[in-house]
């Protein structure tokens, strides 16, 4: 890795209030497998976005290939064979596949030609795809696939990923890894983002950590531990969860044959679940995302009333309760999508922690709200959970990803909640936020609540359930105490298809 | 009643003259919300270009002269829509309000002097042969020339979303700005040129009215033709073929119940003067397929 593509000298980049990159400077070699760490804010994506064009930096030079390198809109630093993939994919959903490819590409050649280089390429990487199709019926993976085929059909000298695995199931990692290596081995530099470190370990060669906007440190990740890695992005000593041996205690919570129709056309119904769940245990249920998850938190958190013996909670049937009814008898739930679902982006804190903790923490009399209390609420869940925000009159939108994720998770175990239900609860979240996020969790179970985590994060769920159940195509598999339980036991939980594609593409 | 009264070739014909100033006002918006953007303007800009297309018609003498100098007064003013609502990030329905508000004062203004004058002659062509065909001449062939420029602008419009480059940048940036922007396109720029775009075929279904129709300039005189013009764009889907289907429906149903209420129906003439819209709104509602782009509406911000 002697020859280097790009270089980056000093880059700074200030926006009012806040240094985004001070003085980041590394190389990145050509077909070398680049990794760029660090926390939620650390600067990777004004980074990278300076160095595809999006951004001005303020000072700062780069140069590709032995010349400088400045390119002022993203279409000059395409044109220089950077190609960048996004975290929020920037695609068009009532676009086609062709289409969108073509709105990526400098020059685009007609349409039938552009399907007709589609099918070349997803052949030569084993990405399958119909360049026919509209792309708001693709799946998050097949989404990822139009992005990078659209890099591929360039033919950059360095692609950029941003986070790129965070929505994709195990097995479109791993083809996304089989393509990457292909790509490095035929010489393009891989820039990539990327909150999950056992990844980072398997495909990169090199790794630059940033912290606040500097760069405090390089490692070869092959030989780095991950901890070690996550220390040097948090910059202290990493805390992880500790599971507590604690008694479980009765059945608080019981489904009976859980049924549902699809509530939307792009759902999944559920299917005849029925798992019993205990005060003081943590149950764990993992699965690909689309296979009812969002169906069922909504069926326990009531915004889906079903038949009311489906879901029996301390023996009274609620299945037909709607949401604020459960809350005062202590089922809490917080929903995945943290920007609406679970919080309305252009709110403050405070006004977020009325909604839905208005019933529990009384802070309506006589259909006016307590201002003050609600606000002593937002500012001890602010507190509690080191939410990072100058305070509760803040909007949401305002934080990150990680501290609204703190907030929404906080606001309901403030709440003291005898069943908590969350969905994905550190997604997009930075390793220290994550495992604040888990301790938390443990701790509302130790203390005699019942905790139902759904999350597409396996090593999450082995790191805190107690047992283990998969959701798939809307069915749930028997519940399995989660120690001892291996990677192939899950797989099988998971169900048939998906694990002998895997198989399929290792092979 | 007497329906023998009524001549189904003229109706027929008629039909296409009625519907024209919707149709142009229409694939104007349609564009306009195919980038991404909701101008509620359309009345205030027809009437604008009714306005400059009758006044620079009379003192020229050229009703093409007209027209331009009504497409350029619509474009103008929709051109402070979009500085308003791209540059200045206001509120685009409210913008959009305030624009049909401000269209009607001024145009009643600059009008003063304008009212009780004839507008110059702007003749029917008469197509040499196909307006010979019998039935189909008369009815399709044998119009002014401002019928078949609100065809082709549809079929232009129509071509230029489906198959050039330009118009998928439209599109993509009306179906999500951020990404568009993200790829390095100018959201702004092609919503201000497609804003005045709207504009400018507002402007010419205004002068329309005012230098064929009617023709003659009076205050008020576009009376609603800017909001069926919005309506059927919505409910055509977006889509200019659809778009099209509609403001012929909606212009048949008009000239028909004008010659019902002439050959005296026995239905009160209020329910007679209802029809073209019930019957628009109905028929749109149930063709009604397909989704708003995605970005409509919204204001765009370049923030990092």
Known sequence: MTDVLLQLRGLTKAYPGVVANKDVSFDIGRGEVHALLGENGAGKSTLVKTIYGLVKPDSGAMTLEGSSFQPPEPRVARAAGVAMVFQHFSLFDALNVAENIALGMENPPPQREIAAQVRAVSDQYGLPLDPTRIVGELSAGERQRVEIIRCLLQDPKLLIMDEPTSVLTPQEVSILFETLRKLSAEGTAILYISHKLEEIRTLCDNATVLRLGEVVGTCDPRTTSARDMAELMVGTKLHVPKKATRETGEVILSLKGLSAKAPHRFGTALRDITVDVQRGEVLGIGGVAGNGQDELVAALSGEMPTSAAMVTYKNQPIGQMHPNARRKIGLLAAPEERMGHAAAPDMSLTENAIMTATTREALTSRGFLHWAKARRFAEGVIKTFDVRTPGPANAARSLSGGNLQKFVIGREIMQAPDVLVVNQPTWGVDASAAAAIRQALLDLAAKGAAVIVISQDLDELMEISDRFAALNEGRLSKPRPASGLTVEDIGLMLGGAHDMEVAHVDA | ?304
């Open chain 2, 1 to 304: 009643m007497d329906l023998s009264s009524i001549n189904p070739i003229l109706l027929l014909a008629s039909l296409m003259v009625a519907a024209t100033p919707i149709i142009l006002a229409a694939i104007g918006e349609l564009v306009v919300e195919r980038a991404g953007v909701l101008n509620l303007g359309v009345e205030g800009m027809m009437i604008t270009g009714a306005v400059c297309g009758f006044i620079v018609a009379v003192n020229t003498g050229s009703p093409w002269l007209g027209f331009l100098g009504a497409a350029v007064g619509g474009a103008i003013l929709s051109l402070l829509f979009g500085v308003l609502t791209q540059l200045l990030l206001s509120n685009q329905v409210a913008t959009g309000l305030a624009l049909t508000l401000f269209g009607l004062g001024l145009s009643a203004l600059m009008g003063q002097g304008y009212i009780g004058i004839k507008a110059p002659e702007f003749a029917d062509w008469h197509i040499p042969l196909l307006g010979d065909i019998p039935i189909i001449g008369p009815v399709i062939f044998q119009h002014d020339p401002m019928v078949y420029v609100g065809l082709i602008i549809v079929t232009a419009v129509w071509a230029f979303l489906k198959y050039s480059r330009a118009g998928l940048i439209l599109r993509a940036v009306g179906e999500n700005h951020e990404a568009a922007h993200a790829l390095g396109y100018h959201v702004i720029r092609v919503r201000l040129l497609a804003i005045m775009f709207g504009g400018a075929c507002a402007g010419l279904g205004g002068a329309y009215l005012s230098l064929v129709r009617v023709p003659q300039w009076t205050e008020g005189m576009t009376a609603g033709a800017g909001w069926i013009a919005l309506a059927i764009v919505v409910f055509a889907s977006w889509r200019p073929w659809r778009l099209l289907l509609g403001a012929y429906l909606f212009g048949g149903v008009t000239v028909l119940q004008l010659n019902l209420q002439a050959a005296g129906a026995a239905i009160a003439v209020e329910y007679l003067s209802m029809a073209p819209y019930l019957a628009t709104i109905v028929v749109l509602v149930i063709m009604r397929a397909g989704r708003a782009p995605g970005s409509l509406g919204q204001s765009f911000h370049a923030s990092r």
